[in-house]
């Protein structure tokens, strides 16, 4: 089962592409508003933990 900080990530992933699909400014990988580079932002932000987490787990 997925973890919250996973789900949270996905989330965040998931709410900016429905804006950049709607946004006239904003491309898939290139925020350009002011509501887009905040919802990439967040997005970032937690991918960056999830990954980092993912590599300070033990080595199975």
Do not use: I, N, W
Request: positive net charge.
């Amino acid at each position: 089962m997925p973890d919250d900080l996973y789900k949270r990530y996905q989330a965040a992933h998931r709410a900016y592409r429905a804006h950049a699909t709607s946004c006239t400014s904003c491309t898939s990988d290139s925020p350009v508003c002011p509501a887009g580079q905040r919802l990439h932002e967040g997005f970032a932000r937690l991918q960056d933990a999830y990954l980092t987490r993912l590599k300070q787990r033990p080595q199975r």
